[in-house]
């Protein structure tokens, strides 16, 4: 790990965002962005700082398997508290003094700290995430508040007007989401910080032309001594990941498919639709490390560029000890 440089990228958000649930569905948005939309934003920004040729030779070095850079998906903060996914298949029963399982299984987020630690000390489920006793004092009720915005269409050929809803999520102060992001090669750190610190001026998730999405980029190097860079007998994936094999399948202990698609977005295109990846979900567990990969999505004609879905695994190590449900 000694060439390889890792920092924790705090999105600190201007103006609320969208991440649609659903292609051209606007009444609806997840809180978080995926591994796959943070790279792809990153690759367009790249494209409009360094052009077409540089662009094209940095998503290569993805197909060819030589990746200059990682992510993960995205996950709250609150302050320097970072939270990752719940592992799936995680017991919380044994280390949540709550008889409410409701409330448990609604849980989705956890501290890293906190897990690392295997949740020593008190711990209550808080709606989405699972807190130190002491800490729900202090902790907003939730660190995001989903808003409408109504709206009207007006169509083209009869002039008539119609009212829809677009909604939001606007983060509360000194909150945000954050990522992952591992440098692989070193010549392209400072040109990969600025395709994210534009990213930050054009928009991150839906209806970027209307100012959602803006955000100002923190890196924060982690440690070479922190658990993320420790050997373990389980790991989670905290990005959408694409297995490379059946070897690599069947490493999944406990873990969700999901199905991603989209249309692309570049200067390039604004409306052909890509090909479609069933994925495995941030929050998986694999029991030996997996590698995943990234997938050629361009669409059939499509000329103007390479069109690829990140499907690179990012993973932690899971403490030892860790106690899953029915083992």
């Known amino acids: 790990m000694s060439n390889r440089n890792l920092y924790k990228v705090k ?3 201007k103006t609320p965002v969208h991440f649609g649930s659903k292609e051209k569905t606007y009444n609806t948005t997840h809180t978080m962005a995926h ?19 540089k662009t094209d030779e940095l998503i290569n070095s993805f197909l060819d398997g030589k990746p200059a850079f990682k992510v993960s998906s995205t996950m709250p903060y609150l302050m320097d508290k970072f939270f990752v996914f719940k592992p799936m298949g995680l017991d919380l029963q044994e280390y949540v003094k ?5 409330k448990i299984k609604k849980v989705r987020f956890v501290g890293e700290e906190d897990l690392s630690n295997l949740f020593k000390g008190a711990f209550e ?15 907003y009720s939730d660190l995001w508040k989903i808003k409408e915005r109504p709206r009207v269409a007006i169509d083209r050929i009869t002039s008539s007007s119609n009212i829809y809803y677009f909604t939001h999520c606007q983060f509360k102060k000194d909150t945000g989401l954050w990522f992952y992001l591992e440098i692989l090669d070193q010549n ?4 990969i910080k600025a395709a994210i610190r534009l990213l930050g001026d054009e ?22 001594t922190n658990n993320l860079k420790k050997d373990g007998s389980y790991y989670m ?22 199905t991603r698609g989209g249309y692309i977005y570049s200067k390039g295109d604004f409306g052909t639709k890509k090909k479609t990846v069933r994925m495995f979900s941030e929050g998986s567990i694999v029991k030996d490390k997996v590698e995943g990969r990234v997938v050629d999505v361009t669409p059939t004609g499509f000329s103007a560029h390479s069109v690829i879905r990140y499907g690179l695994a990012f993973l932690i190590p899971l403490p030892e000890g860790v106690s899953f449900i029915g083992e």
């Not at 489920?125 to 902790?139: R, V, W």
């Not at 994936?237 to 498919?257: G, Q, V």
């Open 11 to 13: 999105l600190k958000f």
């Open 35 to 53: 591994s796959d939309t943070i790279m792809s934003g990153i690759i367009n920004s790249y494209s409009l700082l360094f052009g077409k040729q």
């Open 98 to 102: 709550s008889d409410d399982k409701k």
């Open 125 to 139: 489920p808080a709606g989405d995430f699972l807190l130190k006793a002491e800490e729900k004092a202090q902790f």
């Open 188 to 191: 392209l750190e400072d040109e």
């Open 203 to 224: 928009g991150l998730g839906g209806d970027r032309t209307s100012g959602l999405g803006l955000f100002e980029p923190e890196f924060i190097e982690v440690s070479s």
């Open 237 to 258: 994936l905290l990005s959408l990941t694409s297995p490379k094999d059946n070897k690599e399948i069947e490493r999944f202990t406990f873990y969700e498919i999901t």
